[in-house]
């Protein structure tokens, strides 16, 4: 699952925050007011997806843009590096505040030649198989259930940038076809948990919504669209983490933005990887 590239970002950027003071960032706790505005960008960012996935709207993101701006991120798409466009869903005209917490919304779109959407979207079903590809940024990956087009899974995330961070998650997926060369998927985290002590006989979890806010909800959704000798390969996402502390937001800022760039294109150039290998 392509969640691998955006706990890189998330957990960079806090890391940064915690070396910048001289010591780990301070914990967080998950308000009911930060969790329902977060719901509530979810609802108007999922209102917009039905209607792409019934095909009333462009289906990928480079469909709706104009036929220039088209081009340019198709041939982007195509090269080492995929096409990344940060986004922001409104209420009508109106920002969707999350107090206490940031929305971090971006998507991203690769070419794969020669694979063919049925392979893609096996792969990443494959949930036993994802510490495999995504890994050293996955390092356990355990399907936990399925019941035909839909899933539950475990995902542990670790990362080692200034300080070291392990997470525990579980998610909800489905599936759907939106034609027999087009597929999608929606993925919502039921479970975030911390990890300290990480792989020692000290382990534990903290309880999901505590500990130093690293990352509180993250919802990906895919879309697989076969055609030009390939099949063209989305991930959009939108993650919840902690407010950025105002003293250290000049140094922090720069990260939220810059770095989930580089986070989803290692997703999805891993994803790449490992499908050109069969």
Not at 18 to 24: D, V, W
Not at 211 to 226: M, V
Request: proline fraction near 4%.
């Amino acid at each position: 699952m392509t969640t691998a590239g955006l706990m890189f970002a998330t957990y960079l950027s806090v890391a940064v925050m915690g070396s910048a003071a001289g010591t780990p960032a301070a914990g967080a706790e998950l308000q009911q007011k930060t969790i329902e505005a977060f719901e509530k960008y979810v609802r108007f960012t999922e209102a917009r997806m039905d209607a792409e996935e019934r095909g009333e709207r462009g289906f990928l993101y480079l469909d709706r843009l104009g036929s220039a701006e088209k081009a340019a991120a198709e041939k982007q798409a195509r090269g080492a590096a995929p096409f990344i466009a940060k986004l922001e869903t409104k209420d009508n005209t109106t920002r969707i505040d999350v107090p206490d917490g940031l929305v971090h919304h971006w998507v991203g779109v690769i070419f794969m030649p020669g694979v063919k959407v049925d392979d893609a979207v096996a792969l990443m079903q494959a949930y036993d198989r994802h510490a495999e590809v995504f890994g050293p940024v996955i390092m356990r990956s355990r399907l936990l259930g399925r019941n035909g087009d839909r899933f539950r899974f475990y995902l542990r995330f670790y990362l080692k940038k200034v300080v070291a961070v392990t997470t525990d998650t579980e998610h909800d997926g489905v599936f759907g076809r939106a034609g027999p060369d087009r597929a999608f998927s929606r993925l919502h985290s039921t479970r975030v948990a911390e990890v300290e002590n990480a792989g020692t006989s000290a382990e534990r979890q903290k309880p999901p919504g505590t500990g130093h806010g690293f990352l509180w909800r993250l919802n990906t959704y895919w879309r697989f669209a076969q055609g030009d000798g390939g099949t063209w390969v989305q991930c959009e996402s939108v993650t919840l983490t902690r407010d950025i502390p105002l003293m250290l937001g000049w140094i922090i800022r720069p990260f939220v933005t810059e770095i989930p760039k580089e986070s989803l294109t290692f997703t999805l150039v891993s994803l790449r990887k490992a499908l050109s290998k069969g």
